[in-house]
């Protein structure tokens, strides 16, 4: 079935350092969703992208929908203490398919 | 304030025993959906319901049934509890439209971590 990849699981970055999830389909997205889950905590909904080549910006976040709506990313500008959690892409499509996550780490 | 909430944070069952799962948002959302999440797996769908008494097969339905009979409530059932039905269960609600332009942010419950033995 369709499946949502998302690149990196993991990434480790230092306070004040950029961060960047990657969500990467074979077959044409629908819409993206993004949500971010704090640990513990339940998943939040942040932006939904829905043109193609669509740039949306919320302060630090950055999110880009492809141009072939084949693709979709956040990158965090500056990461703080308060952007630490894992974030979700999610194609909005009949079935709602979930990447599996970027856990974002900032290093001590 | 939106509210989604679920009967239990945590909850440890047998192998065998019928388990329910209760969620209850106060949005009037017509939407509704039990997820479950593991590690390294993300959120998979389970069961979806847009309507009283509709109900929709996600991507991993064996195993579970569902109930909508209130616009504000949906139950997850778990027939025969197995240790591989071990994980954090997600309750989520949102606004009718589920395809293209029409979907709709959910939200979420605060989970239940359920534990079969």
């Known amino acids: 079935g369709q499946q949502v990849m998302q690149i990196p699981q993991y990434q480790h970055v230092q306070e004040g350092e950029d961060f960047t999830t990657y969500c990467n389909s074979s077959t044409t997205l629908s819409n993206i969703q993004w949500y971010k889950q704090r640990p513990g905590g339940h998943p939040v909904f942040l932006i939904q992208?829905?043109?193609s080549g669509e740039v949306k910006k919320q302060k630090r976040l950055t999110f880009q929908f492809g141009e072939a709506k084949k693709n979709s990313s956040l990158h965090i500008t500056a990461t703080q203490t308060t952007d630490v959690g894992t974030y979700f892409c999610m194609d909005s499509n009949y079935q709602l398919i979930w990447g599996a996550g970027t856990k974002l780490i900032i290093k001590p | 304030d939106v509210k989604v909430t679920q009967s239990s944070r945590y909850l440890v069952k047998r192998t065998g025993e019928k388990v329910f799962l209760e969620c209850v948002q106060d949005?009037?959302?017509?939407?509704m959906f039990w997820y479950r999440q593991d590690p390294g797996l993300g959120l998979r769908l389970i069961y979806f319901s847009y309507d009283v008494k509709m109900k929709e097969k996600g991507d991993i339905p064996e195993g579970y049934s569902v109930s909508r009979e209130k616009k504000e409530r949906f139950s997850l059932i778990l027939e025969s509890a197995s240790t591989n039905q071990t994980s954090m269960y997600l309750c989520a609600s949102s606004l009718w439209g589920l395809a293209g332009a029409q979907s709709y942010e959910q939200y979420f419950g605060p989970g239940t971590r359920l534990t079969v033995t």
């Open positions: 992208l829905v043109k």
């Open positions: 949005m009037d959302h017509e939407n």
